[in-house]
């Protein structure tokens, strides 16, 4: 992806998977935490079933954070303002 200089870089993934690779070598979940977490103005959010294969290891590793996939739409909705909260405030706590 080519950033704008100086952009915020937001990442949000959906996955029903565990990570997989089908690069030669294969991209292991170490090379992807080092990626992430050298990446400036990082905000990589992750939802999944499952939390246990390291999407929220590579969330932490982005300075995000790991949801639940879940078929509750009242939920995903919770996350996803959440995170527009957060993005959009740059963060802080403004005005609480």
């Known amino acids: 992806v080519n950033w704008r ?3 915020d870089r937001i ?4 996955s029903d998977e565990k990570e997989q690779s089908f690069f030669s070598p294969t991209l292991t979940t170490s090379d992807l935490i080092d990626t ?9 959010y992750t939802f999944s079933k499952f939390d246990f294969y ?16 879940t ?10 303002m959440e995170i527009l909260d ?3 405030k740059g963060g802080n706590n403004e005005g609480q």
């Open 71 to 80: 078929s509750n739409p009242t939920e995903m909705y919770a996350s996803l």
């Open 54 to 69: 390291g999407w929220d290891e590579l969330a932490d590793a982005g300075n995000g954070k790991y949801f639940p996939l």
């Open 11 to 14: 990442i949000i993934v959906f």
């Open 86 to 88: 957060e993005i959009c």
């Open 36 to 44: 992430v977490s050298a990446t400036p103005q990082l905000k990589l």
């Open 5 to 7: 200089p100086g952009a």
